[in-house]
C-alpha cells in the first residue's frame, strides 16, 4: 500500500501560484490513478483534478479548469498541481489521494482509498 506525503502550500497574495508536491512510498505508485482534493472550513472535501496511471487523462473541477495543472512522474513517485491565477476561495487544506487502477473516472473523494495528511493553502488579498 502507498503512503503519500504533501508539500508545497504556503500563503500567497490572490493571483499567485503555487505548486504542490505528492511524495509516495511504497508499491506500485504508477498503477494507480492519483487526484487532489481540498476542503474548506465548514465545508466538505471536494474533487480539484485526477490523473490516470499512464498521465494519458487528466480531469478538473469546472472551478479550477485554465488555472491548475496535474502531473505526476512515476519514476520519482511523486504527483504535482500546479496553481495559477490563484483566488480567495482556493483557500483550504489540500490531500492527495490515491486507488489501485482506474475503478471510477475521475477519481471521486468516496472512491480514494489513500490519503495523505494535507497541506494548508491560504490565499489572501
Known amino acids: 500500500q502507498l503512503q503519500l506525503v504533501e508539500s508545497g502550500g504556503g500563503s500567497v497574495q490572490t493571483g499567485g501560484s503555487l505548486n504542490l508536491s505528492c511524495t509516495a512510498s511504497g508499491y506500485a505508485f504508477n498503477s494507480h490513478t492519483l487526484g487532489w482534493y481540498r476542503q474548506a472550513p465548514g465545508k466538505e472535501r471536494e474533487d480539484v483534478a485526477s490523473?490516470?496511471?499512464?498521465?494519458?487523462?487528466?480531469s478538473y473541477a469546472d472551478s479550477v479548469k485554465g488555472r491548475f495543472t496535474i502531473s505526476r512522474d512515476n519514476a520519482l513517485k511523486r504527483m504535482y498541481l500546479q496553481m495559477n491565477s490563484l483566488r480567495e476561495e482556493d483557500t483550504a487544506m489540500y490531500y492527495c489521494?490515491?486507488?489501485?487502477?482506474?475503478?471510477?473516472?475521475?477519481?471521486?473523494?468516496?472512491?480514494?482509498?489513500?490519503w495523505g495528511q494535507g497541506t494548508q493553502v491560504t490565499v489572501s488579498s
Open positions: 490523473i490516470v496511471p499512464t498521465s494519458s487523462r487528466t
Open positions: 489521494g490515491a486507488t489501485p487502477g482506474i475503478p471510477q473516472w475521475p477519481l471521486s473523494v468516496q472512491r480514494v482509498t489513500t
